[in-house]
């Protein structure tokens, strides 16, 4: 261990980085099994659900997968485990699941008190309120007294209460721990309203309502949902790798480094996209525990980030989201990575 004059030699130096990458127990289990164990959400459209083959697409999902490709090398090798909201963090804390990628909020006491490690954010939400448009409101102010489905053991729950409270405001929730429940108490009339994060409202409007175009997303959004993948704290080895494929993403869309021309790419002369794929004596892998390839599989196998947005709920999506504040930061967005160097 570096005693304080030693390290304050080898920072003044610059000589951090050939320091030995640290050790990932998370890594060597995953190794060895030969497979990301991965958390997902039981069934929501867009970002987590299987198709009828077993086959599991979305948002969510790609990350398990590019996660996957930086570690094993192969972006198929991934074990999809769907959790509810009750199960997620008590499937993270056990070892169940290696990584948590199921839109999960990121606060203060999820990050202090769970034992968790929250990264970077890989999707700016807010909640939102979808209605029937036959209940002929145009703002959540005309709320009062409204029946609210909710899902419990979420953030929802608090942001509802606090909404309604700061507007003086009555309600009635009607909560239930499965989304699939709560989805149907909205279909079936035992509430007026449904709140959630708007992404997934427009999910639910998309794929779980009989006549989408009778129900509107009103236009408040009423809360602060940072959603990205959770590791286990303890394991910070892990737990940067996971962050930096999300940086990996931005950083290639924003050098137009897709899927499709990364092979193209790699005798780009752009120091900054030699680095993202390891060409030339650029090998930033080994400061996560990684070979100096594990950029370009990511791109490779998965895509860049604007790939796997528009791909899963873009504009040519039933989701038809818009990329808002999930735009670069060079477009107006909040996507901003830090550099590789």
Known sequence: MLNKKLLSIVLAAGLVSTLPAMASKTMESIKKKGEVSCGVNTALAGFGIAGSDGKWTGFDVDYCRAIAAAALGDANKVRYVPLNASQRFTALQSGEIDVLARNTTWTMSRDTQLGTTFGATNFFDGQGFLVPKSL???SAKQLKGATICVQSGTTTEKNLSDYFRMNKMTYKPVVAEDLKIVIANYNEGR?????????QLAAIRANDT????DHIILPEIISKEPLGPVTRQGDEAWSKLVTWVHFAMI???????????????????NPEIQRLLGQGNNDFGKSIGN????????????????????????????LKLDRGQNALWTNGGLQYAPPIR
């Open 136 to 138: 002929k409101v145009k």
């Open 251 to 269: 950083t290639a869309e924003e050098l137009g480094v897709t899927s499709a021309n990364v092979d193209q790419m790699r005798s780009d002369t």
């Open 210 to 213: 009989k006549q989408p175009d």
């Open 291 to 318: 070979d100096a390839q594990w950029g370009y599989r990511v791109i490779k196998q998965v895509g860049n980030y604007g790939e796997v947005f528009e791909r899963h709920v873009g504009k040519k999506t039933p």
């Open 191 to 199: 509430c007026k309203v449904f709140t959630s994060d708007a992404s």
